[in-house]
């Protein structure tokens, strides 16, 4: 069992994370500072290619679901609503002034944002459009459990021997990471992304996370910090990200399918394929953007990098995506 730090009043690793991220003065709560991309990078910060193919996601959905009057865009955990900016700003206008775009986010409503964007803190109900959640499941609390028993945390990140897992849990392991040592126990985020699911009356939904399966589960687990861009300790008291891998496998309802980023993103025609030398003599200028353009793609696909993220596909009274074909 790893220690930091002195003694303190210890509790179940869910409950840290949960007062830690969401409780009054919580990472993702403060209204004040940077927000999350001041302390880590995902996708939508590395690249506009990437809310760009995300606009293309939500453009097959529209012809899928027959071009309806309103269609909905529903972003959860969605942060300062960066990826909703963008996937709006890379829409024509006829479409743009269809979307109904939510944000989902228990955060204040930041400042100056688009007001064609609904701020909420639960998803909308009879969603018809596209749900997407990019890095939301890794921050939805879990327990960790370690020989049979819950692991306890103090707010200064020791960690001590707690009582023996509940059944449910116990299951769980049983199920999606069998085998003796320490592992993070997925259930509350099967149930998150079920409950999310559940609001979606016809369309696609999308989580996209840094994860890991069955057949290759972390024998130590992936439970981490981060704060100003770097990896720190998991300290559960609200200075940093408190974040896990997630068991995407788990998660998966009937007929969803499972890809890795680079897949996918590369049937959104993001390609990281260097412009012909050709261009550079007949078009210097359009040679250096697209240049640009294929080393940001080439950062969203790289297969040691975003570019393995998993991608958990999950149609709704629509045909799979292609791409999961």
Same mark, same amino acid.
Do not use: K
């Given at each position: 069992?790893?220690?930091?730090?002195?003694?303190?009043? $210890?509790?179940?690793?869910?409950?840290?994370?949960?007062?830690?991220?969401?409780?009054?003065?919580?990472?993702?709560?403060?209204?004040?500072?940077?927000?999350?991309?001041?302390?880590?990078?995902?996708?939508?910060?590395?690249?506009?290619?990437?809310?760009?193919?995300?606009?293309?996601?939500?453009?097959?959905?529209?012809?899928?679901? =027959?071009?309806?009057?309103?269609?909905?865009?529903?972003?959860?955990?969605?942060?300062?609503?960066?990826?909703?900016?963008?996937?709006?700003?890379?829409?024509?206008?006829?479409?743009?002034?269809?979307?109904?775009?939510?944000?989902?986010?228990?955060?204040?409503?930041?400042?100056?944002?688009?007001?064609?964007?609904?701020?909420?803190?639960?998803?909308?109900?009879?969603?018809? =459009?596209?749900?997407?959640?990019?890095?939301?499941?890794?921050?939805?609390?879990?327990?960790?459990?370690?020989?049979?028993?819950?692991?306890?945390?103090?707010?200064?990140?020791?960690?001590?021997?707690?009582?023996?897992?509940?059944?449910?849990?116990?299951?769980?392991?049983?199920?999606?990471?069998? =085998?003796?040592?320490?592992?993070?126990?997925?259930?509350?985020?099967?149930?998150?992304?079920?409950?999310?699911?559940?609001?979606?009356?016809?369309?696609? $939904?999308?989580?996209?996370?840094?994860?890991?399966?069955?057949?290759?589960?972390?024998?130590?687990?992936?439970?981490?910090?981060?704060?100003?861009?770097?990896?720190?300790?998991?300290?559960?008291?609200?200075?940093?990200?408190?974040?896990?891998?997630?068991?995407?496998?788990?998660?998966?309802?009937?007929?969803?399918?499972?890809?890795?980023?680079?897949?996918?993103?590369?049937?959104?025609?993001?390609?990281?394929?260097?412009?012909?030398?050709?261009?550079?003599?007949?078009?210097?200028?359009?040679?250096?953007?697209?240049?640009?353009?294929?080393?940001?793609?080439?950062?969203?696909?790289?297969?040691?990098?975003? =570019?393995?993220?998993?991608?958990?596909?999950?149609?709704?009274?629509?045909?799979?995506?292609?791409?999961?074909?």
């Amino acid at each position: 069992m790893s220690t930091s730090g002195g003694p303190g009043a $210890a509790v179940r690793w869910r409950s840290a994370m949960e007062a830690a991220l969401y409780g009054p003065g919580g990472f993702y709560v403060r209204p004040a500072g940077p927000g999350p991309a001041g302390h880590f990078r995902t996708s939508v910060h590395a690249s506009a290619l990437y809310a760009a193919a995300v606009a293309g996601l939500l453009r097959w959905v529209d012809a899928e679901l =027959g071009h309806p009057r309103e269609l909905d865009l529903v972003d959860m955990g969605a942060g300062r609503a960066e990826l909703l900016s963008g996937v709006l700003a890379a829409l024509d206008p006829g479409t743009a002034a269809r979307v109904r775009p939510y944000a989902v986010e228990r955060a204040p409503r930041p400042e100056g944002l688009d007001p064609r964007i609904h701020w909420t803190g639960e998803p909308p109900e009879g969603v018809t =459009g596209l749900l997407f959640a990019n890095e939301w499941l890794d921050n939805v609390p879990l327990d960790v459990a370690e020989d049979g028993h819950y692991v306890l945390v103090a707010p200064d990140g020791t960690e001590s021997r707690g009582g023996p897992l509940e059944d449910a849990d116990r299951a769980w392991l049983e199920r999606w990471w069998p =085998g003796d040592g320490r592992a993070e126990i997925g259930r509350p985020r099967d149930e998150a992304w079920a409950a999310a699911t559940r609001t979606l009356e016809r369309g696609l $939904a999308v989580a996209v996370d840094y994860a890991h399966t069955r057949r290759a589960r972390p024998p130590f687990g992936t439970l981490t910090g981060f704060r100003g861009g770097r990896e720190v300790a998991p300290v559960p008291d609200g200075g940093c990200d408190v974040t896990a891998h997630v068991a995407l496998d788990a998660c998966a309802g009937p007929g969803a399918v499972l890809l890795t980023q680079r897949e996918a993103l590369s049937a959104l025609g993001v390609s990281g394929a260097r412009p012909p030398l050709a261009l550079a003599s007949s078009d210097p200028v359009a040679y250096v953007r697209a240049l640009a353009s294929a080393g940001e793609a080439a950062e969203l696909t790289s297969p040691s990098g975003l =570019g393995a993220f998993g991608w958990l596909v999950q149609p709704v009274a629509v045909r799979a995506w292609p791409a999961a074909d």
